[in-house]
Nanobody, 114 residues
Framework: QVQFVESGGGLVQAGGSLRLSCVAS????????MGWYRQAPGKQRVLVAG???????DYADSVKGRFTISRDNAENTVYLQMNSLKPEDTAVYYC????????WGQGTQVTVSS
């Protein structure tokens, strides 16, 4: 069973940047349409950025122009570069296979102070 381990979160001030990493173990996701999700306290988990099955990239309107998803298939790693962070980006961030959702990892906490 593939397992996802997210890392790279932390506490940053508004306007700062973070780079999140998601590493898969037990399998590879070279052919997966991977996505990054986030869940804020009291809110639903939502997709913020993800590859489509065709390789196109989707971004939530709230992060478009600020976040960039990328991957390194050789390392079974997917990244989320987050720039110009806002307090409303505060959430736990998760990665998963968009079209074949698996067990959620622990996520990585991102906290943006005003």
């Amino acid at each position: 069973q593939v397992q996802f381990v997210e890392s790279g979160g932390g506490l940053v001030q508004a306007g700062g940047s973070l780079r999140l990493s998601c590493v898969a173990s037990g399998s590879t996701f070279g052919s997966y349409a991977m996505g990054w999700y986030r869940q804020a306290p009291g809110k639903q988990r939502v997709l913020v950025a993800g590859f489509s099955v065709s390789g196109k990239i989707d971004y939530a309107d709230s992060v478009k122009g600020r976040f960039t998803i990328s991957r390194d298939n050789a390392e079974n790693t997917v990244y989320l570069q987050m720039n110009s962070l806002k307090p409303e980006d505060t959430a736990v961030y998760y990665c998963n296979d968009r079209y074949n959702l698996r067990s959620w990892g622990q996520g990585t906490q991102v906290t943006v102070s005003s």
